[in-house]
């Protein structure tokens, strides 16, 4: 399996930046052949410990089934046009690609 996480850093820090994101996020990226776990939300502002990373907006977590499956993604319709519609909103990306046997 691969972990595909990414954090967005919005340019407004509006809860209604962060739910068009979401709602986004939704729209366009759970229906990919092989995704067996999607999620996207919202940071949870109350978990402020030291070890918090506090810099994003928004997560989105998906498991593929396969580096294949994770790959077709990156290239498929669905993805793009997210991509194309929504990267008004973010100033900043960050992507933590990771297996887990």
């Known amino acids: 399996m691969l972990s595909h996480q990414v954090f967005f850093t919005l340019n407004s820090d509006s809860s ?42 928004v997560a989105l977590n998906i498991v593929f089934d396969s580096r294949a499956a994770h790959d077709a993604y990156q290239v498929s319709d669905r993805h793009t046009t997210f991509v194309k519609e929504n990267q008004h909103l973010w100033k900043q990306v960050r992507v933590f690609d990771a297996d887990m046997p």
């Open 16 to 57: 209604d930046a962060a739910d068009t994101l979401v709602a986004a996020c939704r729209r366009y990226l759970p229906e990919h052949e092989g995704v067996v776990f999607f999620a996207a939300g919202t940071r949870t502002p109350d978990l402020n410990r030291p070890v918090n990373d506090d810099q994003f907006h």
